[in-house]
């Protein structure tokens, strides 16, 4: 009946897998979802909980899709489908304060669709496949690393993890909120658009391209958070646009980016604000989620 | 039987129209149930011949009109495309519009041009040659007036009178078309491939002619730009109007009329010889981002859904312009795609209107805790169409992209990306009014109803919608899903198979 138009069929068909790499990430959505998940059902009000129960299991369900995906369109349908019920769960627990960096958060989540839209139909147009093994290879064949394809991966994964920051606290009352418990699961949820570097260039790990395509998406996503936090959430002033490159910039330091030397300088900046945040019991999430992070990353290292 | 089947699939909706015509006003339970009856009775010969066309069966039904030129009703795969949408979704209409209508005046009226508004479009899907093509637009044309001119408000005749000018028009440029094309030609009949392809190299402007006096005449319907002025107008009609104007009847006759032009007048690899397709790509690509970026500056919520409109139709010329077999799938299928989403985003604005007042998105704070079933419906459709997965949106534009890139047309990747950032941009905002700020205070004029946040009759044709759009999407390549009926057009243009 369909012979002369071959097209794979979307999303039937796509195949969960659990190797070690998702067995490993996996379990890490889970505690993080059931820690956040606990913190949130105590600390939201009668009313709201279904509504939130509605779109805090919609996060964790599109998430779990998303990491045993073994096919790049339910991957894709998986993080999408993630990231804004991650946008819709901290509108529900953050309410209107959340707005202006929920609107830079849709923002970048609908750009890094976008861009990956476009990744994975360039890919399909040498592969003519949906597999990860094929796009992978595809993905080799056009170049890899400093290429076209090569750019929107780190521009897709950039953008997610720009998202992210957008959470983080930053000096100056850069943002009118704080942030709150489901911060360690938007980790996860960011932390997506790093898998998808994971999954087009090297599951194992091994080769040395996989870690500069992650080491380009955090650059990325350190242009995109301050191309956000000007254009979008207004931040004309030079003074402050400065204090957003400096706390930026250390920010790649924590996150291993090659500035280690400034990790002294900025523990000494944000003691007062951790401290300030310990105090409103919030800093228990960031450091689950931190240590969860830091899990993550050594049981990639053992799988590799 | 295979002549018998196509006139009864017309006959179903005109022979209830006009009954209809001849009821007393107070008759209101005959009159729903002689409505749901017309529709019922098509959606089971749509069925039927889904079952035979599938399997190869032809239904075709010829009567002699003119000399050499007859009125023919015939079912190939691409007419049953649109006819299947046209009867679902007007058995869900019918519904919608009995609840919504249920205090108006002048329902008798209302009712029997919907009723001759869906013969028409049945018409449409189903005519084997251009006469008969013409004859059943004109239809669509005359019958949609009084219902867009209904509330007879000077604003509503002034929408019409703009709907008749334009549309009168188009139907005048496609008879010149027509007249033209016979004259070379000597029949007008729709055949795969076309009917010019036998036609030397002497004719080719001519041809091109032709093919702008075509695609002018049905563009005009399908709102593509520049004629595409009358369609935020007609939003003055009752939402079951507005809803058969979007997604059932008139635009999809445009868009539906393009795809007969193209394949079935011209053939599409001939037409792409003439070097009419890539302008009529870029008309196209035009067209959806202008809508887009209309969209943006509406605050009536149905201007905005027109505009949406205007720019989401124009992705079925696109599919078809790019002269490519998976592309022609991605613009065939959002025929359907767009037909199922936006008739969901009018029904839940009518819900919104009707229940509580609400006619701007500036009054929507808050009414997601109001009315969460139909802004749950809203949300899904919405997120169709910007392209989130696994909402049906997706495959349209998945597959329009993979079509791009096999022709080499990667621009187009470019159109969709923006266009699904400025559906992003207009459709999100009122998903965060709606469901994360307080409501202002009392909504304009709320009615409340005994067993749900509004009419059940209202609530649930945009829920069965919402979870149809969900459905496509999940499930696009079950066989008889509207992917592969279009794989099946796709086949026979491309393929002859």
């Known amino acids: ?304 | 039987m295979s002549f018998l089947l196509p006139l009864a699939l017309v006959a179903s909706s005109l022979v209830t129209g006009l009954i209809i015509f001849a009821l007393a006003e107070e008759s209101v339970r005959l009159r729903t149930a002689l409505n749901l009856l017309g529709a019922l009775s098509k959606l089971l010969l749509v069925g039927w011949m889904l079952l035979g066309v599938y399997n190869g069966v032809e239904y075709e039904a010829r009567f002699k009109l003119l000399p050499g030129l007859p009125l023919v009703l015939r079912a190939d795969a691409l007419a049953l495309l649109f006819v299947t949408l046209s009867a679902q979704l007007w058995f869900l209409t019918t519904i919608y519009a009995v609840g919504y209508l249920e205090d108006s005046p002048h329902r008798s009226r209302f009712f029997g041009f919907f009723s001759l508004c869906v013969t028409a479009t049945v018409g449409v899907a189903m005519a084997g040659n251009l006469l008969t093509f013409i004859v059943f637009y004109e239809m669509l044309t005359l019958s949609t007036y009084p219902l867009v001119v209904h509330r007879g408000t000077p604003v509503a005749r002034r929408a019409g009178e703009t709907y008749l000018l334009y549309t009168v028009l188009g139907g005048v440029l496609l008879l010149l078309g027509a007249a033209w094309l016979y004259t070379l030609t000597g029949t007008l009949e729709f055949r795969p491939q076309g009917i010019v392809s036998d036609l030397d190299a002497s004719h080719h402007k001519a041809l091109v002619g032709i093919f702008v006096l075509l695609i002018a005449g049905v563009g005009v319907k399908a709102a593509l730009l520049p004629l595409h002025g009358w369609l935020p107008k007609a939003m003055v009609a009752p939402a079951p109007a507005s809803a058969l104007l979007h997604a059932v009847a008139v635009v999809k006759a445009g868009a539906f009329g393009i795809v007969r032009v193209v394949y079935d007048i011209f053939g599409v690899q001939f037409a792409a010889g003439l070097g009419v397709m890539m302008p009529l790509a870029w008309l196209a690509s035009a067209t959806i981002l202008y809508g887009s970026v209309r969209a943006l500056f509406q605050d009536d919520l149905k201007r905005r859904l027109a505009y949406s409109t205007v720019s989401q139709v124009s992705y079925i010329a696109l599919g078809v312009a790019l002269v490519g077999p998976i592309a022609s799938v991605g613009g065939l299928v959002h025929l359907v795609h767009q037909g199922i989403m936006k008739i969901t985003l009018f029904f839940c604005a009518g819900n919104l209107a009707e229940t509580l007042g609400i006619h701007k998105i500036s009054e929507m704070n808050g009414v997601g805790r109001r009315m969460p079933w139909t802004m749950g419906a809203f949300t899904v459709a919405a997120l169709g169409m910007i392209g989130v997965p696994p909402v049906a949106g997706f495959i349209s534009k998945w597959y329009l992209g993979l079509g791009a890139m096999e022709v080499g047309a990667g621009w187009v990747l470019l159109v969709l990306a923006g266009s699904s950032a400025l559906n992003a941009m207009y459709f999100l905002p009122i998903l965060y009014r709606a469901w994360f700020l307080q409501a202002d205070g009392e909504w304009p004029h709320e009615r409340h109803y005994p067993r749900a946040e509004t009419s059940l009759a209202l609530l649930i044709p945009p829920l069965v919608t919402a979870a149809l759009a969900l459905a496509v999407g999940l499930f696009a390549s079950v066989p008889y899903s509207p992917q592969e009926w279009a794989k099946l057009v796709v086949l026979r243009e491309f393929y002859d198979l």
């Open chain 1, 1 to 304: 009946m369909t012979s002369g138009v071959a097209l794979d069929p979307v999303l039937q068909g796509s195949r969960l897998a659990s190797g070690p790499l998702e067995l490993a990430l996996l379990a890490a959505v889970i505690v993080l979802w059931l820690l956040f998940g606990a913190w949130l059902w105590r600390a939201s009000e009668r009313m709201h909980r279904v509504a939130l129960a509605v779109v805090y299991g919609c996060v964790v369900v599109a998430l779990c899709a998303g990491v045993l995906a073994q096919e790049a369109l339910l991957f894709y349908t998986g993080i999408s489908i993630a990231g804004y019920a991650t946008v819709a769960t901290l509108l529900a627990v953050h309410g209107v304060d959340h707005a202006r960096t929920a609107a830079a958060q849709a923002m970048l989540l609908v750009l890094g669709d976008l861009i990956l839209f476009e990744l994975l139909a360039y890919l399909y147009s040498e592969a003519q496949a949906t597999g990860f093994g094929e796009l992978r290879a595809a993905y080799r064949e056009k170049g890899g690393g400093l290429s076209f394809v090569g750019g929107l991966l780190v521009a897709t994964g950039g953008c997610r993890i720009a998202g992210l920051l957008l959470l983080a606290p930053l000096p100056g009352r850069l943002y009118p909120w704080r942030p709150g418990a489901v911060t360690g699961l938007l980790c996860v949820a960011m932390v997506a658009g790093l898998l998808l570097g994971v999954r087009l260039v090297d599951p194992s790990l091994a080769a040395p391209e996989v870690w500069y395509t992650l080491l380009g998406m955090l650059g990325a996503a350190l242009v995109a958070h301050l191309l956000v936090v000007t254009c979008v959430l207004s931040l004309a002033r030079r003074g402050g646009l400065l204090q957003g490159v400096s706390v930026l910039a250390s920010r790649a330091a924590v996150f291993g980016a090659g500035m280690l030397a400034r990790v002294g300088e900025l523990t000494m900046r944000l003691a007062p604000r951790l401290r300030a945040l310990e105090q409103r019991f919030l800093s228990w999430s960031v450091a689950v989620a931190t240590a969860t992070a830091f899990a993550v990353l050594v049981a990639l290292s053992a799988v590799s």
